[in-house]
């Protein structure tokens, strides 16, 4: 099958090419103009500029293709300019798919995120839990909105729709909030140990590759929606598994629960102020997300795909591998 991607050049964009690359399908991405595409290029991928906020540009290389693959998104938990959330998030999910509806592709993988279950009331909750009543981010407000205007278009227009939805993913590549705070851990940026008590559903990046190709390849179950998690773990076990997988020490003090969400709001006021993210990675939208955690029950993918999952403790010593300055050290005294 002929596959179009948006957000090929993301964290798991990057993946599922490199999943893509060892099959029979071939691939084009929608890249922006004057984004790097020699990755994309090298995995065997046909590269088209254009945008998901410019329907106009997608519609060309959807009509050459059988399948749409949708990962474009803006996932952070601060922007400086808040709208972008919108922008992407829901009018380029709107025109991703109505410009695919046009097209008239077989199929549609759109890549959504557990977090717009917010925290149901059912735990763990399961592909036909209702979201909660609190959604913990603009990210997830807006990522649930443009899911409603994907879901709409399958029920009332027939858009041959699947939707993933992966849980807290990790693994080699990551340059976004998980990966960032997984490297401040490891370079001892952090000054204290915070969130500890979190408990999140978390996935390897290369088992939500391996989801949204089985996704699209199996048939009969359009309409049908999978949550890609693995394991639930807290951020208590992710900091000591990196510590132990890594050597470096943890920091020796924790942040009081209780100043947990204060400290995050007066950081991100300061950073709406100057314009720049809040230091330690602490923007009020990622502490409150983490802090309200997420258990959900990803094993719709095991029995219905085939997906064995990764350990995610395979994901922590992958990352640390590819961090040259960690190679061949000795444990932190």
Not at 293 to 316: S, T
Request: charged share 20%.
């Amino acid at each position: 099958m002929k596959i179009f991607i948006t957000g090929a050049g993301g964290f798991i964009g990057t993946h599922l090419l490199q999943r893509l690359a060892n099959s029979d399908h071939e691939v084009e991405c929608l890249v922006r103009l004057g984004r790097e595409t020699r990755a994309m290029e090298s995995a065997g991928s046909r590269v088209v500029h254009g945008d998901v906020t410019d329907r106009n540009s997608l519609m060309a290389p959807m009509a050459r293709c059988d399948w749409v693959v949708n990962l474009a998104n803006i996932y952070s938990f601060w922007e400086p300019a808040p709208s972008v959330y919108s922008t992407v998030n829901i009018e380029g999910t709107r025109n991703v798919m109505e410009a695919a509806l046009a097209a008239g592709v077989s199929k549609i993988a759109h890549v959504s995120s557990a977090v717009t279950y917010g925290k149901p009331a059912q735990i763990p909750f399961d592909e036909q839990s209702s979201s909660g009543p609190v959604l913990f981010s603009e990210y997830a407000r807006t990522k649930l909105a443009g899911d409603c205007i994907a879901q709409a278009l399958h029920e009332d227009a027939q858009l041959p729709l699947v939707t993933v939805y992966p849980g807290a993913v990790i693994g080699p590549g990551d340059t976004r909030a998980s990966g960032r705070y997984i490297r401040d851990v490891l370079t001892r940026r952090l000054p204290l140990r915070v969130l500890e008590d979190a408990t999140l559903s978390f996935v390897h990046v290369r088992d939500v590759a391996e989801v949204i190709v089985r996704a699209l390849e199996k048939e009969g179950n359009l309409g049908e929606r999978y949550l890609a998690c693995a394991e639930v773990r807290t951020m208590g076990w992710l900091n000591r598994t990196i510590a132990e997988v890594s050597g470096v020490r943890l920091p020796r003090l924790r942040l009081p629960r209780v100043l947990e969400v204060p400290t995050a709001a007066l950081l991100t006021l300061i950073a709406n102020a100057i314009k720049k993210p809040p230091i330690w990675g602490m923007a009020i939208d990622a502490v409150r997300t983490t802090a309200a955690g997420f258990i959900a029950n990803g094993d719709k993918v095991k029995n219905e795909l085939g997906i064995k999952y990764r350990p995610v403790r395979q994901a922590i010593e992958e990352i640390i591998e590819g961090m040259p300055c960690l190679q061949n050290r000795g444990h932190d005294q």
